[in-house]
């Protein structure tokens, strides 16, 4: 009988409410049932192993987060050489495999230098642990054991690419899989009893914004994009540490009455069953779960370029696609959702339709075959 191949998967810390680390837990737990499969994950911190793979705790002292993530990063590459693959989820030379969740740090600087003044820009410019990022990422792309790079877009796959000369042949593209049993058009059965625990009017159209980390993904913008349309309501789910600062915007505004903070959810289901499409005006977010769980509740989603997500999303069919900083342009595709009202049945089908072919079994069997044929190779 052939043995199981033994893979390492490498992620610093489990956060419940992150969607890189939902997807590594449901991707452990999907991989872990196929018995071709010894599955272990190395991390700093996190929740108890699934069925099937455990995790072991690397967590070595530090003072600040240069020294957490650099002293990580060698305790990892000290364990590599125990493993037949090792794929990491973060910037670590000397992995056979990275998944490139995070995108790349570049261009997450750039955009967020959109928003920020000369001062802001110039610290983080020079902030010794972005310089560390940047070079490590760097370093890693050009580590002669790197054989491949798991992109969860195209558009992630492009910029790595054009940025670090990546041969194509080395990218891969695999989308992020969800629970299609699970995030289904039938969550409005928490509808009624979720507006009215919150005093929502059953017919006031109501946007959800789900994710932690609301400068990069668009709270403001959210925001500002309701404004004008007085019956739309937005429920904000996610934690951060800034959360005051948006809901005194929100008072600014004048939508603070529409407007709900419910902080981080450990089950985002039953808003998606409550809302009627999904707000994230991302500056950069290289594929969100919570565009693909929206999308298979049936929500259609509003999103931003930068967000691989819209590689997914045809304009008035499922989705509306807008600059992050374009408050206008958001605005205005809002009010062409308000005003096609009668086109949302529709329109959720739709966003049904598209997210219903990535199942967790897909990414898990697409993942098994790029391991096998390394192996082979």
């Known amino acids: ?66 020294s957490r993530d650099a002293g990580f990063a060698r305790a990892a590459q000290q364990r590599f050489g125990e493993f037949d693959l ?14 490139a969740g995070d995108g790349v740090h570049a261009v997450w600087l750039e955009q967020l230098a959109r928003i920020q003044g000369p001062a802001a820009r110039l610290t983080r410019a020079l902030s010794p642990y972005h310089r560390y990022i940047c070079r490590a990422e760097a370093d890693m792309f050009r580590h002669p054991a790197l054989r491949l790079v798991i992109c969860n877009s195209q ?8 940025r670090f000369d990546v041969a194509p042949e080395r990218l891969a593209v695999i989308y992020n899989g969800v629970d299609t049993g699970s995030f289904h058009p039938e969550l409005t059965r928490y509808r ?59 008072q600014r505004l004048g939508v603070a009455g529409r407007v709900r903070f419910l902080g981080g959810l450990p089950d985002v289901k039953p808003l998606y069953g409550a809302a009627d499409a999904l707000i994230l005006p991302t500056l950069y977010d290289p594929f969100p779960n919570v565009c693909v769980e929206a999308l298979a509740s049936g929500l259609p989603i509003f999103t931003s370029p ?14 509306w696609v807008n600059d992050a900083l374009d ?51």
Request: glycine share 8%; hydrophobic share 40%.
């Open 1 to 66: 009988m052939t043995s199981p191949i033994k893979l390492a998967i490498v992620r610093q810390k489990y956060n419940p409410h992150g969607g890189a680390e939902r997807f590594v837990s449901r991707a452990l737990d999907a991989l872990a049932q196929r018995g071709a499969l010894d599955v272990t994950l190395l991390a700093r911190q996190w929740k108890d192993g699934g069925a099937g793979w455990r995790c072991e705790t690397i967590d070595p002292p530090h003072v600040g987060r240069l």
């Open 86 to 99: 090792v794929q990491s989820h973060e910037r670590i030379p000397g992995a056979a495999i990275f998944r």
């Open 155 to 162: 558009l992630v796959r492009d910029q790595i690419a054009r």
């Open 192 to 250: 009624e009893g979720w507006r009215r625990d919150h005093r929502i009017p059953e017919d006031a159209p109501l946007l959800a914004y789900v994710g932690s980390g609301f400068e990069r993904k668009g709270v403001a913008a959210a925001l500002r994009a309701i404004a004008p349309h007085p019956r739309l309501h937005l429920a904000i789910a996610g934690e951060d540490k800034h959360a005051p600062r948006y809901q005194r915007l929100a």
């Open 306 to 319: 930068l967000c691989g997500a819209a590689e997914w999303v045809r304009p008035g069919e499922n989705g």
């Open 327 to 377: 408050d206008a342009g958001l605005q205005r595709s809002l009010c062409e959702w308000l005003a096609r009202r009668a086109d949302w049945p529709a329109l959720r089908a739709a966003a049904r339709a598209t997210a219903e072919p990535y199942t967790l079994t897909r990414m898990a069997g697409e993942l098994e075959s790029l391991y096998a044929a390394l192996l082979d190779a």
